[in-house]
T-cell receptor, first 109, second 114 residues
């Protein structure tokens, strides 16, 4: 069983729209949840983290966590072409990060 | 803004050779990590390091691999006898305090084994 699952995409949204990215995880003991953005050939860049159930907003990004459903999501408002990248969900049950395979987001003008 | 740095950016080596990948974590961070990403695949955890010892390692991190903090700034990953399947991007990361804190990644070293 995969530990962190994401739809690989691509998710295509028009510029200015809301992009919704989803992730489920299997380890109920996970305490920390992260979203990274990875441009092709580059390293993961941390964009959001969330530790408690509910929503957390930072600029155009909102992370949502539902531990009962083992579900994490990322909303990107007013999507821009520069947001086009692969978004990695990561979960931390212990020291390590367990990554999903990522969802490729394409924002078209 | 402080960042994790890694050298070299690209390393080409022959099968069976030893390589050392170098990282300088963010200066006030206490936890250090190595991850790898084979082309087209997901990022995989290799090892975490705290207080001068390994705190956790994955099944990938076998006897071929070792880590070291030789001085107050560098953190290294040694691969003793490289195999073709070791070709990947290797990322170093660090976090400030608690092991479940946010991890910040370096730019990576692309290792090509021929």
């Amino acid at each position: 069983q995969k530990e962190v699952e994401q739809n690989s995409g691509p998710l295509s949204v028009p510029e200015g729209a809301i992009a919704s990215l989803n992730c489920t995880y299997s380890d109920r003991g996970s305490q920390s949840f992260f979203w990274y953005r990875q441009y092709s050939g580059k390293s993961p860049e941390l964009i959001m983290f969330i530790y408690s159930n509910g929503d957390k907003e930072d600029g155009r990004f909102t992370a949502q966590l539902n531990k009962a459903s083992q579900y994490v999501s990322l909303l990107i408002r007013d999507s821009q072409p520069s947001d086009s990248a692969t978004y990695l969900c990561a979960v931390s049950p212990t020291d390590k990060l367990i990554f999903g395979t990522g969802t490729r987001l394409q924002v078209f003008p | 803004e402080p960042e994790v740095t890694q050298t070299p950016s690209h390393q080409v080596t022959q099968m069976g050779q030893e390589v050392i990948l170098r990282c300088v974590p963010i200066s006030n961070h206490l936890y250090f990590y190595w991850y790898r990403q084979i082309l087209g695949q997901k990022v995989e955890f290799l090892v975490s390091f705290y207080n001068n010892e390994i705190s956790e390692k994955s099944e990938i991190f076998d006897d071929q691999f070792s880590v070291e903090r030789p001085d107050g700034s560098n953190f290294t990953l040694k691969i003793r006898s490289t195999k073709l399947e070791d070709s990947a991007m290797y990322f170093c990361a660090s976090s400030e305090g608690h092991s479940k804190d946010e991890q910040y990644f370096g730019p990576g070293t692309r290792l090509t084994v021929t």
